[in-house]
């Protein structure tokens, strides 16, 4: 969060990508802050995944990435 608040404070648009589990921590997070950045949940857990499951949830995440860095 601290990056993306950095990012966006010098004009480079910046979104997060986190687990689903991380939704609540991240709105906590950016409300100490003081900032709303934009983010994109992919499903929960993701530690254990395979690099062919990892590439699944980036695929299916893309363009929720895109529409969110340059809304």
């Known amino acids: 969060m601290h990056d993306i608040a950095d ?3 010098r004009g480079i648009p910046g979104v ?8 609540t921590a991240a709105a906590a997070q950016s409300a100490s802050l003081g900032i709303q950045v934009e983010g994109v949940f992919v499903p929960h857990p993701i530690q254990d995944r395979t690099d062919d499951e990892m590439g699944v949830l980036a695929r299916d995440a893309l363009e929720a990435v895109i529409a969110a860095i340059t809304a």
Not at 16 to 23: D, I, K, Q
């Open 7 to 9: 990012l966006e404070g």
């Open 16 to 23: 997060f990508v986190a687990s689903a589990e991380f939704r």
